[in-house]
């Protein structure tokens, strides 16, 4: 199985700075790698599939890079609806998913 | 709009089974996995199979076989996902989520199910 770790587990910014959040896998997983940003009390919510690539609708300050085992989510400047817990996900051993256990941002 | 719909927060004592449906709407029911996903409080996101709708095939994470069946009613637009053998452990919000093959990820979700295993 491959597991995903992301770090840092938390990170604490104001609004307006960058943030960039990371996501190692423990083998090479390609480019088959998706970003999640959930709320409190809801459901996720698609940022980046296939590492790069924004889903329908999300902002452009949202990024997505990297491949094999090490990819990075960056929020170019954080807006105040932005504080939220991040997940990766990685479908390389279809049709077994596994998601990284996440990455708070928080309001400084 | 494309949405899925999941039923109501469910309280169950240790031992019992639990279902919970997941009604697909805005869209081709047939043409889209469906797949299971719960997370307990405070924790993260645990993947616990999928379902095709229109093979009715399934495929579970080996920590949940042999205690979880992935069904389907076609007629309804509907999923299922029904757990057995209940411990406290299990208690968590349960979520289904459409794969989208085109962005190889999970594009829409249900709102989310809590389920309370206590006795």
């Known amino acids: 199985e491959i597991v995903l770790t992301q770090s840092p587990a938390t990170l604490s910014l104001s609004p307006g700075e960058r943030a960039t959040l990371s996501c190692r896998a423990s083998?090479?997983?390609?480019?088959?790698l998706a970003w999640y940003q959930q709320k409190p009390g809801q459901a996720p919510r698609l940022l980046i599939y296939?590492?790069?690539n924004r889903a329908t609708g999300i902002p452009a300050r949202f990024s997505g890079s990297g491949s094999g085992t090490d990819f990075t989510l960056t929020i170019s400047s954080l807006e105040p609806e932005d504080f939220a817990v991040y997940y990766c996900?990685?479908?390389?051993?279809?049709?077994?998913?596994?998601f990284g256990q996440g990455t708070k941002v928080e309001i400084k | 709009q494309v949405q899925l719909v999941q039923s109501g927060a469910e309280v169950k004592k240790p031992g019992a089974s639990v279902k919970v449906s997941c009604k697909a709407s805005?869209?081709?029911?047939?043409?889209?996995?469906i797949n299971w996903v719960r997370q307990a409080t405070g924790q993260g996101l645990e993947w616990m199979g999928w379902?095709?709708?229109?093979?009715?095939?399934?495929g579970y994470a080996q920590k949940f076989q042999g205690r979880v069946t992935m069904t389907r009613n076609t007629s309804i637009s509907t999923a299922y996902m029904e757990l057995s053998s209940l411990r406290s452990e299990d208690t968590a919000v349960y979520y289904c989520?459409?794969?989208?093959?085109?962005?190889?990820?999970?594009?829409?979700w249900g709102q989310g199910t809590m389920v309370t295993v206590s006795s």
């Open positions: 989520a459409r794969f989208r093959r085109a962005v190889d990820a999970f594009d829409i």
């Open positions: 805005g869209y081709t029911f047939t043409s889209y996995d």
């Open positions: 379902m095709n709708p229109n093979s009715g095939n399934t």
């Open positions: 083998q090479s997983v390609s480019s088959y």
């Open positions: 296939d590492a790069s």
């Open positions: 996900q990685q479908r390389s051993n279809w049709p077994l998913w596994t």
